[in-house]
């Protein structure tokens, strides 16, 4: 299956789309906060998921050292 540019691999996403700012490479770096957990497993309150069910599994991270997205509060890339 596939969703511009995102190429599903497996429980890892690829993706191979430019940074949006400067068109550098990207690297995947996981989301803070996640806990590693399979997605097939329940999510949040016994009585229901709260929040989007599938948020952002990854953060692009440019690789261009002084890409504007690399600055604190910066862009996405």
Request: with cysteine; proline share 10%.
């Amino acid at each position: 299956m596939r969703y511009a540019g995102l190429a599903r691999v497996g429980h890892v996403y690829s993706d191979y789309a430019k940074c949006s700012v400067c068109g550098s490479e990207v690297r995947l770096r996981p989301h803070p906060g996640t806990s590693g957990a399979g997605a097939d497993e329940p999510a949040g309150p016994s009585d229901g998921v709260v929040g989007g069910g599938d948020p952002t599994v990854d953060l692009r991270e440019c690789t261009n050292a002084d890409c504007p997205t690399r600055q604190p509060g910066g862009p996405d890339a």
